[in-house]
Every structure is written in C-alpha cells, then in structure tokens.
C-alpha cells in the first residue's frame, strides 16, 4: 500500500488535486472532517476544547450546543499561542483516528491512499507517509480565491494566510509539488505524471 501525505496552504487547490487523486483511484481520508468529526458535541475533542476556551465559542453558548468554528477561529487566528493550544488538543485524537483508518485501508488491499491535511508537516504525518505532495499556488491567487469563493474580506483572508507556515517551509518537506495557479488541465497533468509514477515505482 502506497501512502501519499497531501498537503497544501489555504486556498492553494488542494481539495482539486484530492478530486483528481479519488478518481484515479486512491483512498482518501481528509484530515479536516476527522477534526469536524472530533470536535462535533459527540466527539472526543469537545469537552477538552471546551474546557479550554469557555461557553463563549459554542452556539447559543450552551454546552451540548456544536462549536461556533467562527468564533473559535477569532481566538486562535489572531494568537499563536491559542492555535497551539487548541492543536495540542486536537492532534493526538486525529492521530489516532487516522491510523485506525489507514490499518483499515491496508485490511482492505488498498493500493494507494492519501492523508488529506492542511497541518500534515507540522503534526508528523510525514512518518506515515511514503511520499509528501505539496499543493502550491500564488500568493495573488489565494488571496483572490479566499475573497472569491468564500466571501472573506481582503484583511480576514490575509490574518488565515499568515497563521500558516510559508509555502516555502511545506516545499522543504515535498517529494512531489503541485502547482495549482494554473488551469484545471495543467494541473490535472501534474498529478497524473506524479500517480504514473507511483505505479511505476511498484
């Protein structure tokens, strides 16, 4: 079983490139949903987050009631030291979930997976991995696809693009790099090349 770790900045594309991957026939398990998964009020994380950072980040601020991602978002955007107080929380649960997934991936003969995850470098997934693809895309054209598509001020787009490491740091760590500010069949021409290889490889 080949294991491909994705990553890639906010709003570089990498939701395009995890699209094509699926088609060609890999597994995916996205990384972001199992952390919706274990901070949702049934979740793991929740008690934990809330205990951490008060009522005032829930909906109606009743306990029971799903996080308010909004207002969690201000806290932790705007202050390092929250965001990696809410990771160290949150990244062990997610760990764990997504070795179950993978050894359930392996039970079932998978051929190729793929770990979908914005903070992949920085929570060690690289050791679960067999190669690490980076997703990249111009700084103009993740600030234009923030304010475009998700409705984001210009000022609101730019403090989520600078809570993350640089684009540079995740190339440092890539075996493969996905340009994504080109055209949708410049892109897709990238990953087949790089999935081809992987079949050749084995």
């Known amino acids: 079983m080949y294991r491909i770790g994705l990553t890639g900045n906010i709003a570089c594309g990498k939701s395009t490139v995890v699209a094509m991957l699926h088609e060609l026939g890999a597994a995916v398990c996205d990384a972001d949903a199992v952390v919706h998964q274990v901070q949702a009020p049934d979740g793991s994380a929740y008690t934990p987050i809330v205990e951490a950072f008060g009522l005032g980040i ?3 601020q009743t306990f029971g009631q799903p996080i308010n991602r909004q207002a969690l978002g201000q806290i932790v955007f705007t202050d390092q ?5 809410l990771e ?3 990244h062990p649960i997610v ?3 997504i070795m179950a997934w993978l050894e359930a991936q392996r039970q079932n003969n998978a051929q190729v997976v793929v770990i979908d995850a914005i903070k992949l470098i920085e929570s060690g997934y690289p050791a679960l991995c067999d190669a690490v693809w980076v997703v990249t895309a111009d700084p103009a054209i993740q600030l234009a696809r923030l304010i475009e598509t998700r ?4 000022a609101e787009a730019l403090l989520r693009i600078n809570a993350q490491n640089s684009q540079a740091d995740k190339i440092a760590h890539a075996d493969v790099v996905i340009d994504n500010s080109g055209s949708l069949a410049e892109t897709r021409r990238q990953v087949e090349q790089a999935f081809l290889a992987i079949q050749r490889h084995d």
């Open 81 to 85: 030291a929250q965001l990696r107080r």
């Open 88 to 90: 160290a929380l949150v």
């Open 58 to 60: 829930l909906q109606n």
């Open 151 to 154: 409705g984001m001020s210009e």
């Open 95 to 97: 760990r764990q979930t």
